[in-house]
């Protein structure tokens, strides 16, 4: 094994940077290992006519070229394999091959980047990234330093630290952006970069809250539980905010605890403003009904245990005529029932679960405020869970799980 040469001197040899469009056009990656492994992804997004010459590789790799992506040639490199290339990387833990294909690349006039050693490469490969459209590519000569500088640029651009100042990625519409369950790092990449993009931000009780603070100061912040309605209902007048916010030429972000299409009225708010002619943006969220019994120690579905979770709301309890749920076939079923906006009725809803099948033995986990600092779970039994909610002064926002996975990963989670 060759040592790489990770600081090549760039002493004379400044490099010039290209953007090469190699779809359809050949390109011979010698070494199938760990380098070959980290480099093919970016060919094959290129569309490259990708061809790996090598007597073995990795799993990964090889699982790349049964799904079709490159062509794979089990055998060592032969003079003549650069024929009619554009593009070589040369990826082999042999000095001497890693020698002879340069020097076949160099009287064939390819292009060739070298993982071995730089300083006789004729092309070096970037740290790259992308985010939103944009590729970033850093060239410094020493790759760590490279990479270093690639991962702050692409933080920044994605945590939105890192704007260009006259440009916005966004005109005037509304992006429905789930905040995920409480943690501020549980939302996903695209919702903070969009949050970071607001000329108004309409949130909700159970959004992130820490997110806000991050927000520039001209960002308006809307809080819908404040928002006047009058004659209107609730939900209708946080649509209205919407719509006559990005109608006044905004980018409004409607941001939502967990994912806006679970309990969340999110298909509501994308009917009025795609009525009212605006352009929406969904942006999926990481929903409380798996996270919160996760952060918990709790996994919705355990191998062996369970093939089915279904999550209610307890919104309207089991006596309530307004009820949708099924309540006797949730109870049949033999999976895990995560119940949200639950707490109030619990006792109602136990009762109605025992009474259909289930044993009053079922383990039973109550999660309030996941994922937060003040997190803290409880549990109970569906015969004792009326009383331990009781007892305990459990309040709401909290997650209810039902079934024999609360106590599944007891041994590594308990106090
Ligand atoms: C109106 S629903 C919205 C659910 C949200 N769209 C989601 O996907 O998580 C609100 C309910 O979600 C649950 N919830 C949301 N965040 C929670 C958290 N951090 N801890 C416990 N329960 C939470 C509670 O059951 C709460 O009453």
């Known amino acids: 094994m060759t040592a790489p040469t990770p600081h090549p001197s760039t002493e004379g040899r400044t490099p010039y940077p290209v953007g090469l469009l190699l779809a359809g056009r050949r390109v011979v990656v010698v070494g199938g290992g760990q380098v070959a492994q980290r480099r093919l992804p970016a060919l094959i997004a290129s569309g490259a006519d990708l061809h790996l010459i090598s007597p073995t590789t990795t799993p990964a ?35 001497v091959v890693n020698e002879t294909v340069s020097a ?15 300083a006789a490469a004729t092309a070096w490969t970037p740290a790259s990234g992308r985010d939103a459209g944009a590729t970033v590519a850093v060239l410094t000569g020493d790759p760590r330093h490279s990479a270093a500088l690639r991962d702050a640029i692409v933080d920044g651009l994605r945590d939105g630290s890192l704007a260009a100042r006259q440009y916005r990625s966004h005109g005037a519409g509304v992006a429905l952006v789930g905040g995920g369950p409480g943690d501020p790092d549980l939302i ?55 719509v006559e916010h990005a109608k006044a030429g905004k980018f409004v972000v409607r941001l939502k605890g967990g994912d806006p299409y679970v309990f969340g009225r999110g298909g509501e708010e994308l009917l009025a403003c795609a009525e009212a002619g605006l352009p929406v943006t969904v942006v999926p969220g990481i929903s409380s009904s798996i996270s919160v019994p996760a952060a918990a120690g709790v996994p919705v ?26 309540w006797e076939a949730a109870a049949k079923m033999s999976g895990t029932l995560v119940l949200l906006m639950a707490v109030d009725k619990i006792g109602a809803i136990a009762a109605r679960l025992v009474e259909y099948g289930r044993s009053a033995d079922t383990p039973v986990a109550i999660v309030q405020e996941g994922t937060t600092a003040a997190q803290r779970r409880v549990d109970a039994t569906l015969g004792t869970v009326a009383a331990v909610v009781e007892a305990e002064g459990v309040k709401p926002p909290a997650v209810i799980v039902v079934g024999d996975v609360v106590n599944v990963l007891a041994a590594a989670f308990r106090k």
């Open 61 to 95: 790799v090889q699982a790349m070229a049964d799904a079709g992506e490159l062509t794979w040639h089990a055998r060592p490199y032969r003079d003549g394999d650069l024929a009619g290339t554009w593009y070589a990387l040369v990826a082999t833990d042999d000095p």
């Open 301 to 326: 579905t355990h191998r062996g245990m369970t093939h089915e979770f279904t999550v209610i709301s307890g919104h309207v309890g089991p006596d309530d005529e307004r009820s949708l749920t099924n």
């Open 188 to 242: 996903t990449v695209r919702g903070r970069r969009l949050l970071a993009d607001a000329d108004v931000v309409v949130t909700d009780r159970l959004a992130p809250r820490e997110l806000l603070a991050e927000l520039p100061e001209h960002v308006e912040v809307i809080d819908a539980s404040k928002i006047p309605y009058g004659r209107f209902m609730a939900q209708e007048a946080i649509n209205r905010t919407l």
């Open 104 to 118: 076949e690349a160099e009287r064939e006039r390819v292009f060739c980047s070298r993982s071995d050693d730089a």
